[in-house]
């Protein structure tokens, strides 16, 4: 079974946490239930990595629900007659407030962006609600009987670099297949914003014809001064520092796709 590279990296990070613990020496047919309870107990309390601080609720159940996957497979296979990280109780997922801007914010933001080459970013979470902007291209953005729509069918992610050698980058950015099935669709512009994507995307043909052939091909949307991708990072940091100095507190690019989703249920969406 093949799996996707950030999936297999948050794997490996899991597999650290049980070597932590004296699970790891249990064998499989002696596996009990207690022990899982144990293992979920240690890390409550031993806490990150790298850190002292607490695993969050989520962490812990992405690692159980890896552990009970791994058992589910051997149930099958018949290596065991019970996966006995059934009946293991798990922390409850602490909902965190989600933050979401205020209309005199959005407009502050965005003048704030004006005449910036990351604008369009902002424009693309903020009023379309996504968090795949990094991975668009010029051909990502359609029209249909006058109605332009863009086409979601990848993420630009940075994963572990399982190939570096010596001397290579641990990490690289790796554009990949969307998640889920429902991570492909087709989003609708809004005329406003519509207007804002060809308006960006001349700018950027305008570019290219100062490049001396150097420009991409089929440049992405979000990107550097030859049409290349951008790390989503470098993205999110310099998006959340301009929105510290405009005032905006505990800001996360995650709250312009809550504020879009905000939006979009006081439309009637």
Known sequence: MSIRDSTKMNYLGYIKHINRNKIKDV???????????EFIFFLQKSGQ???DKPLSSKTLRNIMNMVHHALKHAVGTQLLYYNPAEYVQLPKVKQPEIKVLAEEEIGRFVAALNGDSL????????????GECCALRHDNVCCENNIYYLNIS??????????????????????QETKTSKGKRQVPLL????????????????????SYGMYESNPFLVSNELGHFLD???VRKKLKAIAENIGITDFHPHCLRHTYASQAVKAGV
């Open 119 to 130: 604008q369009i970013s902002l424009i693309l979470m903020l009023f379309c609600g996504l």
């Open 154 to 175: 990848k993420s630009l992610n940075r994963v572990t670099n399982f190939d570096a050698k010596s001397g290579e980058p641990k990490t690289i950015l790796r554009i």
């Open 27 to 37: 064998k499989l047919k002696e596996l009990t239930t207690d022990e899982l309870q």
């Open 191 to 210: 005329p406003e914003v519509a207007e804002k994507v060809l308006t960006h995307i001349k700018g950027q043909k305008e570019q290219a014809e100062k």
């Open 232 to 234: 989503p990072g470098t």
């Open 49 to 51: 990595l790298d850190t």
